[in-house]
């Protein structure tokens, strides 16, 4: 398998120190090179620089491959510098234009802080997500949220919780349903996959009492995927979705809102979520969490999740072939 990327994220983060940990626990089963400015990589880290991601094949076991991309600043742990933000952005689009060039088979993305991107370098997405869509040429993509006990899908992502039922259609639902479904099959193996839908309201707006957006929005592009044989069911009451025995019964949930989605699966399985965009013409990963300020540069940074997320990518790079 060709090599992934890692991408740094912010250096001022715990992404470097999770990079270095996630080397030694994957060792050699997960090729991959870190794409970043070693002067923020911990000290005594066992890491060493090559010229080309293929080179990272060739890097001891457990020992990090760094393709350098040199920053202006050194990083502060916890203290995020404006002086960084532009390498950062620049690192992620470095890193989609050697996998679009076939020199790696995905990405794997450490944390960035959009804030911090924002009034450093005037990054105008609300995530990674949106601008790995955009330097795709601005591809419809889905946000997946997944765990050995549970896959979630939010419909609307990063927007105020006030927005969500105006920018919930019916339009927009199916787009996110139909690449959610050929995600599962194309990057899980999963021939039929069982698709549970979240209602928006409480009770799913039990029959239009308490909101019409089940029946108004939800319901008919169900129905209309259940005439095309899909295994679909919904709208359901998101408080009664996510019990183990419900979620023997899908492969995916796909919920209207942000924390609908990710509430669940960060309660079953904190550490171990893996962000995957699914749409890409790449494939894209992610551990689920934060820069986590607080810990960087401490040592005690949990690696599962970046873990997790490597050999989801890997995975995924095998099935596409």
């Known amino acids: 398998m060709r090599p992934l990327i890692m ?32 002067q923020h990589l911990p000290e005594r880290a066992d890491w060493v620089e090559v010229e080309s991601v293929a080179d990272a094949l060739e890097a001891a076991c457990g ?36 996998v679009q060039d076939g020199a790696a088979s995905g990405i794997v993305t450490c944390p960035i802080n959009k804030a911090a991107l924002k009034s450093g370098a005037g990054f105008g997405f609300p995530g990674h997500t949106e601008y790995l869509a955009d330097l795709a040429g601005g591809v419809p993509v889905v946000m997946m949220l997944a765990c050995e006990g549970v896959r979630v899908v939010p419909a609307t992502i990063h927007i105020p919780l006030s927005e969500v039922p105006g920018a ?27 698709i549970a839908v979240a209602g928006l309201n ?5 029959a239009g009492v308490m909101g019409r957006e089940e029946i108004e929005v939800i319901t008919p592009v169900l129905e209309r995927l259940r005439g095309e044989g899909w295994a679909i069911d919904g709208p359901l009451p998101a408080d009664t979705m996510f019990h183990a025995g419900a979620r023997a019964g899908y492969d995916v949930a796909v919920c209207m809102y942000h924390d609908q989605a ?27 969490h934060g820069t986590a300020y607080g810990i960087a540069g401490q040592g005690v940074a949990d690696p599962t999740s970046l873990v997790a997320a490597l050999r989801m990518a890997a995975q995924m790079a095998e099935r596409r072939g």
């Open 63 to 98: 020992v990090l491959a760094v393709l350098r991309h040199d920053f202006p600043a050194r990083a502060v742990p916890g203290a995020p510098d404006a002086a960084n933000a532009g390498a950062i952005v620049a690192v992620i689009a470095r890193a989609v234009g050697l």
């Open 7 to 38: 991408t740094c994220g912010d250096p001022s983060g715990i992404g470097p120190e999770l990079a270095v940990k996630a080397r030694g626990l994957v060792k050699g089963s997960v090729p991959f090179v870190w794409l970043g400015d070693p």
């Open 168 to 194: 919930l259609t019916s339009e927009g639902l199916e787009q996110c349903l139909r690449i959610t479904r050929s995600g599962l099959m194309r990057d899980f193996g999963i021939a039929v996959p069982r």
């Open 262 to 288: 990710l509430i669940p699966i960060k309660t079953i399985d904190f550490a171990g979520g893996v962000n995957v965009t699914l749409g890409l013409p790449f494939i894209r990963t992610s551990p689920d």
């Open 202 to 206: 409480p009770h799913a707006g039990e």
